[in-house]
Structure formats: structure tokens, C-alpha cells
């Protein structure tokens, strides 16, 4: 089994900054791709960014020029530097892997971390 866990939410004045981190643990073989997403109240749930095991990256054109993700493949952790934060930024943000291998994967799976809360408010 595989689980995620987000650390580094919290409150910010507008224009501040975050860092997320989020660790993949368990009997991990691979991750293809490591992301954020986030949903505020009422709100459908968005890709915030996503880095594969390559370095490739895409990220939404909100955030695009403000926030920078990046993962460490050996500690099967993802980062997510938030600069720049607006009040629109205020969500719940979830960690995903997608294409995880295990030793026991038939088929590549995806895995959600428990979600942290980011509130950008003055």
C-alpha cells in the first residue's frame, strides 16, 4: 500500500509564500507523476501542477510564473513553492501520484494524500 502525506499549509497575507511537501511512502518501485491539486468550497477539484519522473512539468495558467513544483524521485516526495499567493489561492490542496508501481502492482495505480489547507487572507 502507498500513502501521502502533505505538510506546510497554513494562513499567508496576500503576495506571501508557501511551501508544500508532500512523501509517497510504502514498497514504492515507481511514481510516474507527482502533483497538487486543490478545491476551494463549491468548487470543482483543478491541477494546480504536476512534474513526472523525467522533470517534465505543466502547470495551471493561474499559478503559472508564481508557483514552482519539483520532486526528489530517491525520497518519492514532491514540493510545491507558492509565491506571490493571491486570495483566490485558498484551498484545499491534495497530493496525487499517478503510475505508481508497487511489488504486488498488476497495473500502474494513483494514490491522494489527506489534503492541506492553504488560506491566503489579509
Known amino acids: 500500500q502507498v500513502q501521502l502525506v502533505e505538510s506546510g499549509g497554513g494562513l499567508v497575507q496576500p503576495g506571501g509564500s508557501l511551501r508544500l511537501s508532500c512523501a509517497a511512502s510504502?514498497?514504492?518501485?515507481?511514481?510516474?507523476?507527482m502533483g497538487w491539486y486543490r478545491q476551494a468550497p463549491g468548487k470543482q477539484r483543478e491541477l494546480v501542477a504536476a512534474?513526472?519522473?523525467?522533470?517534465?512539468?505543466n502547470y495551471a495558467d493561474s499559478v503559472k510564473g508564481r508557483f514552482t513544483i519539483s520532486r526528489d524521485n530517491a525520497k518519492n516526495t514532491v514540493y510545491l513553492q507558492m509565491n506571490s499567493l493571491k486570495p483566490k489561492d485558498t484551498a484545499v490542496y491534495y497530493c496525487?501520484?499517478?503510475?505508481?508501481?508497487?511489488?504486488?502492482?498488476?497495473?500502474?495505480?494513483?494514490?491522494w494524500g489527506q489534503g492541506t489547507q492553504v488560506t491566503v487572507s489579509s
Open positions: 496525487n501520484a499517478g503510475g505508481v508501481i508497487t511489488i504486488v502492482t498488476t497495473f500502474p495505480d494513483d494514490y
Open positions: 512534474i513526472t519522473s523525467g522533470g517534465s512539468t
Open positions: 510504502g514498497s514504492i518501485f515507481s511514481i510516474y507523476k
